[in-house]
């Protein structure tokens, strides 16, 4: 019905990324006034009845079992790869060849080595690229890199950012396949470091800058579980929990957290900066709010403030509802999608860019490098 | 691409209400398994130019001008009304007559006389109806009414709620027209009342049972304004704040309030459930949560607990994404859809029905009647 | 050691309320620099073995079994009150009539008849007074106080309040007795209207002036409990629970709520007021933090403030500890004291002096009037 | 009054310390029913004014200039040390050797060192002995140890401590003298670390035993400030912000952190405990809660729970008042003095004893070694 140039997507992957970006492709343009109409064209499960199943849930035109049918079709204008992090690097590679503009799942390779090529390949081909970080378009946390552009914190002293959840505590519950390659790390590349530490650290560095080193530990808690692909009980080779001291360029020191056995939390993302005017305080529980406390309020009456972030001059909100409405988790794919094609219209990339994902991926790789010889370790740049 | 069987959706109405209801229809099949497979066939507005924008927007297949060429559409198995409250009846009226199924906005007149006749008209043509009282289908709400029919509460002694709003203090605000028609007691049949205690009542009658009697009152604080139909500074005659005393049926005390006039609130609607055993709380602003406690816990454990509502095992939420993440308003409208649908496949319309609806509107009416004649009034029986 | 003029109490009563005065005349002088040094001089209780354990561990000069005879005492200056209510109106004004400063506890009388009498007794004995309504002088109530007197809030439109406790919900309490007098109608003169109600009646005229009309409910729940004087089951005459709708001299709308029958809360009293600028959040279970909104602040940043009451500009709080570290409920009791010794010292009263609490009594005894006559009642002003 | 054998008390310093424990002395027989009587004997303060103002307002009996007449005093049984730190030893050792039950504010020494002398002196006199930590003495902080030693938390996975202010980010804020010597190092021993990490350390240690080793850094963000005793400005040698990562003997893993430069935080104390069957999270700028998770809840229903800690049955509140009403901070020092006084009467300590202090002080000293070597530091055994 649209009279807009129609963007074909292939997506590869039909699991929980899956869904999430269909749901974007799929809901963006009834919210935004995109420049470009995006077409649900292919997409590839390695099943042809998953494949074929998810295709007509969504209402793709069709599917394949071979994601380099996506990648080869002349049909095709993005890739999107929303498969386990041990394809990301081999798509993606072949997507930029192909000419695509292409979409990562996070984290962007399972090691800098994956990533460094994954950016090569995209910048040597010219095509637009972004990865998966959806936490920064929370409008919540959007509002907090304003609030920090416009120098409202002043000088930064702290940084303090968690990911907890408790999923993994059962011993029971087996490593690797469908569902539970997170355990797994050879399609992983590390536990919760490179899944949620990722996140912490993608979301750092964009409001915060660059960091310097790094200090950390890592644990297993559950030495051994059964694998669902060999059927036998095998060492665990990931991280369950993994924590670190960091120093930032800007001279501010931060503590990171993340872990898969914290009892009672599900998926509780926090952050919070201390500056010398301001501070900020935000949590994926209640994504829809922000903590501001303002120095220069009078005396008396400083206290923090819950900012409920619904109303129309928020970041995004007023493609949504009314103020008091708040909207959801799948609602920061939807807001990058509508980023990233209108960045793509104007021939750009949208952050977080594969460098921006290469440059986690150097925090990452120091994290686990300090916590394997214990020892400070600086953080390459990007 | 589906093989179920196609059901054609008429929506009568592009205002906000128009967007969350295209919404749903649009959404409802991506997340539920439905029986059968919702069409946006067609939408109608008054004006051509907004009808058109909406229905590419959307997707519907095209647009009218006249609500009567849906509700006589051939092509058209439910009618969905979601314009302004002085076409609920008539339009209802004719689409049950037509032999559609209704589903309607709330309230579902603007006085117990149109909801009357509403009633009776789906009621005579047998077709399933349904009324848009969204908030029963909260994740957090369905689970307070699964808690209390499980008797987990015990008998109940209090009902507390509120709807607070702040978008009407300003004088300058002009009442009538698009977007501000609920300004305006000709089209909106009442003010708070019927806006926001209605969805007070729906749910507590839902979850408490029958109200029998109320005192109550109400204020217009900003006396004349600006009607925008007119160009005229008018008398405002709706009610900017209502709040009334009620006894249930089954003994327990309420207070209900709501207003337009309580600074710092958008949309807080909350209410709290205090039984012998057990005591429940809620609240709008923060949705995807439930506060319970139980007496039972031992002594000194006792204490209010929050509830994240994102667990597979809340109500609705297992279609939605993995624990921890949180859904949002228009959520609750797909959940309406997705129930309607089943409802309807099996012949049957879901509730609140039009009864449903009727039961609330007694008892606006009653609250309305209070305020007016200073004293108790009893709530007639639906 | 000091050398400052010493003030002898006598205080009547040693249950609850006679440890909360007896420690704040013992501890005031070590934090408040006072004009007048109190004495704990005498204090009486009927049974002696009750009277001698209390003055001991108190540190009282001695005890008495009849309360005259610390009324007549020509040592005595000050006659404390913290007996049952059903003694207040005798000894408050054998004690103006022997000239002593009067502190009563709440609620003044158990009707305005008794607290008609007491006014007058201490007025024309032009002896200072006060009643014990020690929730003005929590911090954050007082600087909620502060803020409505610079015009912060503007225009009133809503007050809302309640006061929730759930500790006569079983059945097998019994009633009347060491304890339990608060559920004999005979002594207490109500159930929760004088006891609970009274306190937030209280506050509310202080911060939001005269109440015009109410329209109350009440309700007792359990309608027989056995009574620890006479050993037999009887009926249970006081209200287990109290709501009333009001309408402020001032303009604004109020809901007052209180009961014994809240499952999961203690002794949550709140209030909240909405003005056309701002609007203020209290709560007794935090009873050291204010919430508050602002609507001057500007928009994308706007929020409820939790404000920690914990700074030596906020009030009393100077004489307390450093920021950061919370006060509790007696030392409420602690500030009242030190605010009537420095009237005391000027020849005045303290507010709420008796008239102020016979203001409240003309509340309450509407709202006992409207409840039993099921009708709008006019509140006498005082 | 009391027959019961009195104990005199010498309290050297007259600072913040000096009250809350003048207060706590004063304080603890009117709610704790003790076997030992304390009486206020003597205080001393370096100026003969500010000790002669102290004691008329506390009620002690005389005061001194010299502590060393309060230590030699055949009159005095408990010598209490609420002096800054680098008089600690000195005192300690005195008071020791002079046959004095000893009470020291903390951090025990300005470091190890001094710390085993004091250990040595009270073990090889035979004398009683305690530090100020007083914060294992919130009641939700007992509550907390009560449910780990009842084993409902299980394997412990994680412990997160932080306690957070922003009291000296002003860099016009002096160094050194009266109320600022927290901030010369030669006065206090370190920063934050022995001021404020030291607190967060002795009840890790007491609710999750022995630290094996810790990865630290620390940092002082304005380097240079003028010295209030010297008036020239001066390199600040006390570290402002201190953090580390550490693992228990029990495997768990935690991070620590302190600061003097987070905006918004005036005493932020917090601690979060993850065990594999509940979780247990604390914060004292709101006390007198408790937060719980509970996995053996039923599912559906699990959450945090706000426990408000003023029941009958919670630690040391059935000393207080009635629940529902809240203690506050220098509660805390009332029930370690009534636990000293207990104690004492059996011959004994309480905890923690100087020995449980020196515990503390090996931590901040490898915390301190370890920043300055950038390296992991094991904590030596107490």
Redesign the interface.
């Known amino acids: 019905?649209?009279a807009k140039k129609k963007l074909n997507i292939g997506v590869i992957g039909c699991g929980?990324m899956g869904r999430?970006h269909?749901?974007a492709f799929?809901?963006a343009?009834?919210f935004f006034q995109l420049p470009l109409d995006p077409v649900l064209k292919k997409v590839s499960a390695r099943t042809a009845g998953k494949a074929k199943a998810f295709?007509?849930?969504?209402?793709y035109e069709s599917f394949e079992t071979d994601w380099k049918r996506v990648v080869e079709s002349p049909d095709i204008d993005i890739v999107d790869i929303a498969s386990p992090n041990d394809t990301h690097a081999e798509i993606a590679i072949a997507a930029a060849k192909a000419g695509k503009a292409v979409m990562c799942e996070k984290p962007l390779g399972r090691n800098p080595g994956e990533s460094e090529a994954m950016v090569k390949a995209v910048e040597d081909a010219g095509v637009a690229n972004m990865v998966w970080y959806n936490y920064r378009r929370v409008p919540a946390v959007t509002?907090a890199k304003q609030l920090i552009d416009e120098g409202r914190l002043g000088r930064i002293?702290?940084y303090?950012t968690?990911f907890?959840?408790?999923?993994t505590?059962s011993s029971d519950l087996p490593q690797g396949g469908e569902g539970l390659w997170r355990l797994d790390a050879g399609v992983a590349g590390s536990g919760v470091t490179g899944d949620l530490l990722a996140h912490n650290i993608d979301t750092a560095l964009w409001l915060n800058g660059n960091i310097s080193e790094v200090?950390?530990?890592t644990?297993t808690?559950i030495k051994r579980r059964k694998h669902n692909l060999t059927g036998k009980e095998e060492p665990v080779r990931i991280d369950d929990?993994s924590?670190?001291?960091a120093?930032f360029a800007n001279?501010s020191?931060a503590?990171f957290?993340a872990?898969r056995?914290?009892?009672?939390?599900?998926?509780?993302y926090t952050f919070e900066i201390?500056?010398?005017?301001?501070?900020i305080k935000w949590d994926?529980?209640?994504?829809?709010r922000?903590e501001?406390?303002?120095?220069h309020?009078e005396?008396?009456?400083?206290?923090?403030?819950?900012?409920?972030i619904?109303?129309g001059?928020?970041p995004y909100m007023k493609h949504w509802?009314?103020?008091?409405?708040?909207?959801?988790?799948?609602?920061t794919f939807i807001h990058q999608v509508a980023d990233f094609l209108c960045a793509l219209e104007q021939g750009k990339s949208a952050a977080p860019t594969f460098r921006d994902g290469l440059r986690t991926d150097y925090v990452t790789s120091a994290v686990l490098d300090s916590a394997a010889g214990?020892?400070?370790v600086t953080v390459r740049g990007a």
Request: hydrophobic share 35%; net charge neutral.
């Open positions: 019905m649209s929980f999430t269909s749901n799929r809901s343009p009834n295709a007509e849930n969504w209402g509002l002293f702290h303090r968690v907890l959840q408790d999923w505590i200090s950390a530990m644990e808690f929990a924590a670190f001291l120093r001279g020191l503590t957290e872990t056995y914290a009892r009672g939390h599900k998926a509780l201390n500056g010398e005017r301001a501070s994926l529980h209640d994504l829809h922000l501001y406390f303002d120095h309020d005396g008396r009456l400083r206290g923090w403030k819950s900012i409920h619904t109303d001059d928020h509802w009314v103020p008091g409405l708040q909207i959801g988790y799948e609602h214990r020892k400070w």
